[in-house]
Structures are given as C-alpha cells and as structure tokens.
C-alpha cells in the first residue's frame, strides 16, 4: 500500500476524522472506532511504515516513543493496576487489517490467553 492510498496517512494528513488522544512530531494516537475492549486505542506512526517487519535499527526512537506513549495513555485511562495489552499485528494471517505501522491499546476488562 502506498502512502497516498494509505488509511492512516490520510488520518495524519487530516484527510479522515479521529478522535485523537495523543499528538506529536513521532506520534498520533486515537480511539479504534470498532472497540474491542473498553479502552481501545490505535498508536501509530506519524511516518508511514507498512508494519513491524519493516522497521529497522535506526527506528529505535519511533519504537521506543510508540511504547512510551500507549504507556501515557494507559495511564491517563487508569489501567496500570488492573493491566492493559499493547498489540501489533504483522500481516494478514496474524490480523493487520491496516498496513500502516499501528499499535493497540486495549484494557479496562479482562484479557483471555491465548489471545486469538
């Protein structure tokens, strides 16, 4: 998928709606608007990457703020003490429906494992 074609670099470009939680130069996150947890946000990268396969070392800034972030959020949502899942999913046979790097956020019930 091309950047022009690209879901979620239409929601950077401002293109699509969201209901943005987080902004930044690295960093937008929003809320999934199909919930699967009460608490379901998408982390993504302002950059377009197709997914974790393709990051490399020189990422190591992107990752590590797209971590700090859903940790934030997690926070803010106060779900350090009951827990929370931070996701990715990596192609379609694992679920990425969206090929745009993108984490979620998921938390306010409890999670089953194995988780899918």
């Known amino acids: 998928m091309t ?13 699509i709606p ?3 939680v987080h902004e930044d130069e690295l960093v937008l ?3 999934d608007i199909n919930p699967v947890a009460p608490v379901h ?15 490399a070392e020189t990422d190591a800034e992107l ?7 859903a940790a934030t ?7 350090p003490d009951s827990g ?17 790097l993108h984490f979620h956020l998921l938390g306010g019930r409890a999670m089953a494992w194995p988780p899918g």
Not at 41 to 55: K, P, V
Not at 88 to 100: R, Y
């Open 63 to 69: 990752l590590g703020r797209l971590f700090a972030v």
């Open 29 to 31: 996150a929003f809320d």
């Open 18 to 20: 969201s209901a943005k």
């Open 41 to 55: 946000q998408l982390i993504i990268s302002r950059r377009h990457i197709d997914s974790a396969a393709d990051l």
């Open 3 to 15: 950047d022009a074609s690209c879901l979620f670099c239409k929601i950077v470009a401002g293109e």
């Open 73 to 79: 959020l997690a926070a803010e949502a106060g779900l």
């Open 84 to 100: 929370y899942r931070v996701v990715t999913n990596v192609g379609a046979d694992a679920g990425q429906s969206v090929g745009h």
